[in-house]
């Protein structure tokens, strides 16, 4: 694991440091498709970070695949959201790379093999 890669519905910049830098998914160019921000990430061994689901749903179809967050939290609003983030990462990175799937909801973190 070498890095985050941060979908395009998460704001750009983020107020706290993880372990690994961050690379925004619109460094692929506007609104990128699924599949490039996926093939991005297993190349570039990095883990996506998103609110989308197709990437939880497709992790459990493509071997090898890159690892993914799935914030299931719902909208905060931007201060609360990062807040939280700050709050939960370390949980979330000490539970990668041996999880391919981290789902992180508003009460519980949960790892995916």
Known sequence: MKGFLFDENLPRRIRFTPSRPVTPVEMLGASPEDAAVWEFARQGELVIVTK???????????????????????????ADFHAF?????????????????????????????
């Open 52 to 78: 989308d689901a197709d990437f939880s749903d497709r992790i459990l179809l493509s071997q090898p695949p890159p690892w993914v967050v799935h914030l299931r939290i719902g909208n905060l609003r931007r």
């Open 85 to 113: 983030l700050a709050r939960v990462w370390p949980q979330v990175e000490a539970l990668l790379p041996a999880h391919k799937l981290v789902n992180v909801y508003a009460d519980r973190i949960e790892a995916v093999n």
